[in-house]
């Protein structure tokens, strides 16, 4: 009988691991090479903002005209989607890895470091045994976490979780859940798992050996579960609503590690422990702060669901006031003039909480311009569009770019402008919001059409309207050369009842004019990604292969070019 090696056992578990995940990745990959205009422009970075089912996917796929095909190919030649998969992957992950970093600061975790670490120190009888225990005690905790993530986008799938970010029960539920969370954080109540789970899981942590040690790590995921509950969701919910089929494996990857690491590090150089801070009210302090956090990225997920619906409550400046409340009182708490009935005093201030404190209140005299119109470009892309805001100062100033020439069209009233008003505005376009009338306008002006498959709720969409829309060569092009046409595919206005249909691509009933857009944008040009660039002629042909999000100014500009001289063409 052979008897495994300590390094044969941790290879095997590294290897087990990584099977796991490269079960997942590659058939998303071998797929990713598959597909059409979706998915490469998915992979770009982009932030979904469409609302389809499972349904709507498969849909998709099967969907195969020429036309469509070969602008794919085009595509998927100029921009390889395996040099954009990592990108977006990395920035999940990353997110991911500082909420872990975030979890492990929580008066829930951090104080079981020195007794975990000892425990393994000490029972094991030797120092290699006692480092080779805690890798897997953190190889644990990381299977456990990118289980929940693979179980997460296997349950409810990418078109479900793309879903997410536009529908607005599921914002509505968000806010809420944000609301209890932020309101738990700063001690109101805790949320806990049943005591039997933890405790019949602490039971067979008694057992040793490895199915002990994976008890243990079970556990503290049990245990933990009031301070790190919130923060995981908040990243699976970040991870979900970008699109990726890997997000919340991937989300679950990094934050696991995080939290894991400092268990293997400090049980490998246990004399470092000296150098941490001892637990204390420092440790509330955190929760407390990010307890704030919570409620302030509540706020997000209501205006979703206000734009969407046209409620036309939570404006710009209703956010920012909000916001600017919430950071003073994170400020002042920070520097001890105001607690909670659970908080010790503040006799003095540390460096590290003297130079957080600038921070937030720096945040917050920044945010305080954007009250009268200030751009606030930092942080643009996460509030409603300054088109909602009741007094803009800068509102009667210059668009910066030369008016545009030739648009004189027979037509006067913009269909749906009346609805549109509070969408993003570039100040100096002219834009149109519906697909026949821009073909007559097109027809009249002698002009190619730029459509914007735009959505309410697209952050990315926001970032291209604040950073590459505005710069004069991109703003110049867009005034004088193209029909502007917006397609919103979030909006919920009900069609008229002789408007609505069913899809023949999915087969759906289409009642909103957000559906109807995106049921155009899935059928013709094979993607539900958004923003979404299509420059077509008067005939509704396209020109130039699609793109979506492109933040590199020189890139975009050549992209438009493309379309011009294939319409002169």
Known sequence: MIVPTRRSIVRSALIFLVTILAFVV??????????????????????????????????????????????????????????????????????GFLGGFAAFLMPCIYPMLPLTVSFFTKKAGSRSKGIFNSVLYGLSIIFIYVFIGILVAVLFGPAALNGLATNGVFNFFFFLLLIVFGVSFLGAFEITLPSSLANKLDENSDKGGLVGIFFMAATLVVV?????????????????????????????????????????????????????????????SVKVVLGFIEIAFALKFLSNVDLAYHWNLIDREVVLSLWIAIGLLTGLYLIGKIKFSHDSDVPYLSVPRTFISIIVFAFVFYMIPGLWGAPLNAISALLPPLSTQDFDISAGAGSGASPALGNTTTIKTKKYEELFKRLPKVKGLDEWYDYDQALEVSKQLKKPILIDFTGWNCVNCRQMEQNVF????????????????????????????????????????????????????????????????????????????????????????????????????
């Open 26 to 95: 590659t058939p998303q990959q071998v797929k990713a090479l598959q597909t059409t205009t979706t998915d490469t422009v998915a992979t770009s970075g982009i932030e979904f903002t469409d609302i389809p089912t499972a349904a709507d996917s498969i849909a998709i796929k099967k969907k195969a005209a020429a036309e469509a095909a070969k602008v794919a190919l085009a595509q998927n030649k100029a921009k390889p989607e395996s040099k954009t998969i990592p990108k977006t992957l990395w920035q999940v992950f990353i997110a």
């Open 224 to 284: 933990s579960f009031s301070c790190t509950g919130p923060i995981v969701s908040s990243v699976l919910l970040d991870a979900a609503v970008k699109g990726e089929r890997l997000g919340p494996a991937i989300s679950m990857l990094g934050f696991s590690t995080a939290l894991a690491l400092p268990f293997t590090l400090f049980a490998m150089f246990p004399s470092a422990l000296k150098t941490l801070p001892k637990s204390g009210g420092w440790l509330n």
């Open 470 to 569: 505005p710069v004069p060569e991109v703003l110049k092009r867009l005034q004088n050369e193209f029909v502007m046409l917006q397609l919103v595919i979030d909006d919920k206005t009900d069609l008229l009842e002789n408007e609505k249909y069913t899809s023949a691509v999915t087969g759906k009933k289409i009642t909103t004019l957000g559906a109807k857009w995106l049921d155009k944008e899935i059928s013709k040009y094979n993607s539900n990604a958004q923003p979404f660039y299509v420059i077509i002629n008067e005939k509704g042909e396209t020109l130039v292969p699609p793109q979506g999000a492109t933040f590199n100014v020189n890139e975009y500009i050549k992209y438009l070019d493309s379309g011009i001289a294939a319409y002169k063409k």
